[in-house]
Every structure is written in C-alpha cells, then in structure tokens.
C-alpha cells in the first residue's frame, strides 16, 4: 500500500469493533451454551408481524425497492404526529448511517464536532472519518453536562451531539436541562440528539427533542430499528430534522442503501403494539431484578432509563472480568471503548439470561477476589 494516496482522516478514524458474536465465542471457549448482553438487542427477538411481511416481501427481491421507504417514512410521520410529514424523515442503513450521512454533510471543513467522551463512540468515529476537528467535554456524575458543552461552542463549532438517554451510562436529560440548553446554542450549530434508546424510558420529566424541530431549529434526531423493535440484523434507523435539512442530507445518501425486505420488516414492526409493550414491561422487570441482585453482589449500578446497565468503579479490571464472563458463556461489554474504563456494561436480558449472569457474576467474583 506505500505507493498509494491514504485518506489521512480515515486512518485516523478507529475501525468499530462490535461485541463478540455467539457463534466466536461458542467456538473459542468450546462452550454449548452462551447469553449475549452486549449489544443491547431486544432479548425478545423480532416481532412475528415483522417476520411475516419478510417472508412476504422475499419473493420480490429481484426488484430495487420501489415506494416502500417513502411508505415508511409516512408512517414514521403519522407517528411522529403534529405537522410531520414524509419529507420530514430520512431513512439510513441502521441510524448509525444517518448519524455518519450528518458527519459528511456538515465537516467538510475542518469544522469542530463537541462531542462528550463517555458515549456511544460513532460520534467521535465520524467526525474523525470526514476531517472533523473534536471538542471533548467530560460527562459529569455519569451524565451529560450539557452547560459544560455550550461553553465549548465556538466559531469552528459545527455540530453537537447529544445521546439522550445516554449509552452506555444510561442516564438520560430532562426537559428542563434541554430546554436550557437549547436555549443558549446559536442557531448556526446544528444539534444531533440520538433518540436510539427513546422506547424505554419511563421517566416523565424525559421529552424528544421533536418539538424543536417542529418550532424550526437546526435540530437533528436519530431513532433506530434495532433496539426495541428487535431488528438490530435488519440494519434500519432513521433521522428526523426540518425539511430542508432533510433535503440537504439527501446529497449524503447512497442509492437504494437499505434493501426493500428490511424496510417492508421495518413497517411491519411499528404495527404489533403489543410487541412493543410485552419488551417495556418485560425490560422494566428484569431491570428491578437486576438492581436487586447488584445490591447483594455489592456490585455499583448506574440507575437505567434503557435496555442496559452500566456497573461502573468495579474492584477488579473491566476486560478481565469481561473476558472470565465469557469463560462462564456470559457476553457483556467492557465500557472502556464508550469512554467509561473500569466499567461493564451488561444489556437487561430474559429471566432466565439475567440469572445466568448473576450465576456467573457470583462465580467470577470469587474466583477474582480468590486470585
Ligand atoms: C446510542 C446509540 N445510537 C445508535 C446505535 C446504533 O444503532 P443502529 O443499529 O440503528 O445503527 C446504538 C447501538 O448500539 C446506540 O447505542
């Protein structure tokens, strides 16, 4: 490769590193029997409606797909409510695509992302992918600290990411501190709030950011497919912004990017209600439980307004009580690549998953603690 020209920006940018995939660790470890919690996938699997309209639409394959992402990006709308329409709405291959498709649109000089260091990393990624300078501001008590990152705005400042609840902390912003926020950036920064965990929380003083998009503000927010939709293999997600902002990042899209049975099984989702809330209440139970049973582990949790948990301040190193969960069939998340080392994170999964963890948890403690 010494002959060729390199994209400087690219090699800068980590590759992603996802969690370990079952089939890897059934093979490494030789185990039968292995529970993922590491990538935050509804433990519930897809929904049968979903499934169905796939079985459906594959006959049809042989066709590029024709009007069924603007079908559903009307739905979305429709559900979005108010004044939304379609145009309001861009599809991406999982939100992640909508989040590097903001990156490219809007760093193409060098412009600054202010980016918070513990959170989901494809903010910092893209940003570095497309030449964009970062402006770190440190999370305070495990949350946002939103003042702090209005201070940081500068005239390079070009975009500000928000998770909102926040991976992998789980702690989410209040309407209040939103509203503060909003309040104080200038109009010519564009906000991107990441919406990805939005279906779980509970608490009322949450709000979406929609109703600045409807007021007209330089607002961008992102939803996916993969969380409690349970279509994480699907790869959709979607964006939401004011339609000109919309119009503009459709110069950032590729042709036809998401297959027509993805986004038929995509529509399909937002139809079974009963899926949707059968995986609230089901994550709002275990959650409980989960608590439960860190407390007599003397484990410390970050309180969840989302399908994970962080346990952060562990006695012993995160990767190496990772790597003997795995040795126990168990797969969770070290947090260190989310800007939180000395953490793990573990998704809340089914009864059944979440004892086989505190199984496990109990197992390696002790055999940390013994030496
Ligand atoms: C905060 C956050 N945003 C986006 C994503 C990615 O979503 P998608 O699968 O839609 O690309 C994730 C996935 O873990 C996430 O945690």
Same mark, same amino acid.
């Given at each position: 490769m010494q002959e060729l020209t390199l994209n400087e920006n690219l090699l800068a940018a980590p590759v992603h590193v996802a969690g370990k995939p079952i089939e890897e660790v059934r093979r490494e470890y030789g185990l039968e029997r292995i529970i993922k919690l590491a990538s935050n996938e509804n433990p519930l699997g897809p929904s049968p409606l979903a499934v169905e309209a796939i079985k459906k639409a594959l006959p049809n394959a042989h066709r590029y797909p024709g009007t069924v992402e603007a079908n559903l990006r009307a739905r979305l709308a429709q559900l979005m409510g108010g004044d939304f329409d379609e145009d309001n709405i861009i599809i991406g291959n999982g939100s992640c695509d909508v989040l590097r498709m903001v990156c490219l649109a809007f760093l193409h000089?060098?412009?600054?992302?202010?980016?918070?260091?513990?959170?989901?990393?494809?903010?910092?990624?893209?940003?570095?992918?497309?030449?964009?300078?970062?402006?770190?501001?440190?999370?305070?008590?495990?949350?946002?600290?939103?003042?702090?990152?209005?201070?940081?705005?500068?005239?390079?400042?070009?975009?500000?990411?928000?998770?909102?609840?926040?991976?992998?902390?789980?702690?989410?912003?209040?309407?209040?501190?939103?509203?503060?926020?909003?309040?104080?950036?200038?109009?010519?920064v564009v906000v991107v709030v990441d919406e990805a965990y939005y279906d779980y929380v509970a608490d009322e003083h949450y709000a979406s950011v929609k109703e600045y998009i409807e007021e007209g503000r330089n607002v961008i927010l992102t939803r996916t497919f993969s969380k409690i939709h349970g279509l994480a293999g699907l790869r959709v997600g979607?964006?939401?912004?004011?339609?000109?902002?919309?119009?503009?990042?459709?110069?950032?899209?590729?042709?036809?990017?998401?297959?027509?049975?993805?986004?038929?099984?995509?529509? *399909?989702?937002?139809?079974? @209600?009963?899926?949707?809330? /059968?995986?609230?209440?089901?994550?709002?139970? $275990?959650? !409980?439980? +989960?608590?439960?049973?860190?407390?007599?582990?003397?484990?410390?949790?970050?309180?969840?307004?989302?399908?994970?948990?962080?346990?952060?301040?562990?006695?012993?190193?995160?990767?190496?009580?990772?790597?003997?969960?795995?040795?126990?069939?168990?797969?969770?998340?070290? *947090?260190?690549?989310?800007? @939180?080392?000395?953490?793990? /994170?573990?998704?809340?999964?089914?009864?059944? $998953?979440? !004892?086989? +963890?505190?199984?496990?948890?109990?197992?390696?403690?002790?055999?940390?603690?013994?030496?």
């Open positions: 000089d060098g412009g600054e992302s202010v980016v918070c260091p513990s959170t989901f990393p494809m903010y910092r990624i893209y940003t570095q992918m497309f030449g964009g300078n970062l402006v770190p501001v440190e999370a305070r008590d495990y949350a946002y600290d939103l003042p702090a990152m209005v201070e940081k705005i500068g005239d390079a400042t070009r975009l500000i990411f928000v998770c909102n609840p926040n991976n992998p902390t789980g702690t989410m912003l209040t309407q209040q501190q939103v509203d503060d926020f909003m309040e104080q950036v200038p109009e010519r979607y964006g939401v912004a004011k339609k000109e902002m919309i119009q503009y990042l459709q110069h950032a899209r590729s042709p036809f990017h998401v297959g027509s049975v993805n986004l038929i099984g995509a529509t *399909a989702s937002l139809d079974d @209600v009963e899926h949707i809330q /059968r995986s609230r209440t089901l994550n709002a139970a $275990e959650k !409980e439980y +989960l608590y439960e049973q860190f407390d007599r582990l003397d484990l410390r949790h970050i309180p969840s307004e989302t399908n994970f948990i962080l346990l952060p301040e562990l006695r012993h190193d995160a990767v190496a009580m990772s790597e003997a969960l795995l040795r126990q069939g168990v797969i969770v998340r070290p *947090a260190g690549g989310f800007g @939180v080392p000395g953490a793990i /994170r573990v998704t809340i999964g089914t009864r059944e $998953e979440n !004892e086989r +963890l505190v199984w496990a948890l109990e197992q390696v403690l002790h055999e940390l603690t013994e030496g």
